[in-house]
Structure formats: C-alpha cells, structure tokens
C-alpha cells in the first residue's frame, strides 16, 4: 500500500537556525498537510496545500514558517529560525481529494529537538 | 471553538478483556468523527469514521458511535490482543473544509498477555 514518507525520521538543531522537513506525499494526492504534536500534547494542524498555494493555515504557522512542493513529488516545511518551543513531533499527510471519504494519510513523522 | 477531550491513558489491559476509550467534542456545526491510532514506529492512520449522528464505525473489530446528543464517540473493542496496543486518538472535522482535523491528546493503551 502506498504510504506518506518522511525524512529525516530525527532532526537534531541549534536554536536560531533553519530547519527543513522533507515529506513524499502519496504519488496521486493532491492535497497535503502539516500537524505537529509537542510532547504530551494533541495534534495540531499547522497548514494545508493544494495545487501550489496554501488553503488554509492556522494561528500557530507564523512567518517562520514556509510549505514548498519543489518539485512533482516533494513537500517540504521550512521553519526559518527555530526556537525551544518548536520542539515537536511534525506529521506530513495528503488525501486525495476534498471531503469525508478520502481520509488524511499519515507518515510516521519527524522529531524535531531544538537545543 | 472546536475540540475533542479524551480520556488520558495509559491504559493497562489484559489480553480479551473489553477496552473503552472515552472521547467528547465540542463543535461549531456538525462535525464528522474520527479515531485514528498510531502503533509503536509508524504514522498516524485512520481505524474508523461516523459522519452523522447515529452512525456507527467500525473496523479491526473497534467500534464507536456518533451520539451527538452527548457529544460522545467512545472507542469500544470486545476483547482486545496485545497487537491491540498503541496510541488512539479521537478526531473530528468539519465538512467543506480542507480537512482540518482537531485531534485529541492521544491515549496509549498497553495490552499484556
């Protein structure tokens, strides 16, 4: 079965650097999100894409934040300046289409530590 | 706003014993529901899904109930296995967006045989 994977599965970084998150959507979706989890918790919806244009976007992806599709098959999360605070586990997910019966697919996600 | 609180785990059960994951929501509109579970090392994915009140999902032997006159979508099993153990989390979406789900905070359930 396909699947959504991610890269690096642990991303280790300095406070104040750039850091990007690298996601290959399933190859037909055409809808793609990122939600992060800090630790203990819930899972947050940061932003979703579609057909090269963020659709929608919540409080917390601010402008250190940036999504970019650079090619047919990559969709990467830049955070610009990392803080502590951004620690978290980050999930990449697509759908194929719009609405309830076309579920969000997971990948297993990327640790992001900020030291 | 919209949000989903579910019961705070970890929970311990033995093998074939009965497993509830309680969940409630609060939602502007009529919410579709969700759980989605993530085993040990992998992603989250979808175990099942209720769109209207009344429905009932199901899969792999889970099921929960849409019951919106107690905003409620409690994970059941009859008799769980220890392949069973992973995190469950409840969700919910609203229709005509981008699928932009409110999860819960997850709760990790431990089956030991």
């Known amino acids: 079965e396909p699947e959504v994977t991610q890269t690096p599965s642990h991303q280790v970084t300095q406070m104040g650097q750039e850091v990007i998150l690298r996601c290959v959507p399933i190859s037909n979706h055409l809808y793609f999100y990122w939600y992060r989890q800090i630790l203990g918790q819930k899972v947050e919806f940061l932003v979703s894409f579609y057909n090269n244009e963020i659709s929608e976007k919540s409080e917390i992806f601010d402008d250190q934040f940036s999504v970019e599709r650079p090619d047919g098959s990559n969709f990467t999360l830049k955070i610009r300046s990392t803080k502590l605070e951004d620690s978290a586990m980050y999930f990449c997910a697509s759908s194929e289409i719009l609405g309830d019966n076309s579920p969000l697919h997971f990948g297993n996600g990327t640790r992001l530590t900020v030291t | 706003g919209n949000s989903v609180t579910q019961m705070e785990g970890p929970v311990t059960l033995s093998e074939e014993a009965f497993l509830t994951i309680n969940c409630t929501y609060t939602?502007?509109?009529?919410?579709?529901l969700f759980w989605y579970v993530q085993y040990p090392g992998e992603g989250l994915q979808l175990l099942l899904k209720a769109t209207k009140a009344d429905d009932k999902g199901s899969n792999k032997g889970f099921e929960a109930t849409y019951r919106k006159e107690t905003t409620s979508f409690h994970l059941e099993k009859g008799s769980v296995q220890v392949s069973d153990s992973a995190v469950y989390f409840c969700a919910l979406s609203l229709s005509g967006g981008y699928q932009k789900v409110t999860f819960g905070t997850g709760t990790k359930l431990q089956v030991i045989p």
């Open positions: 939602a502007t509109g009529y919410p579709s």
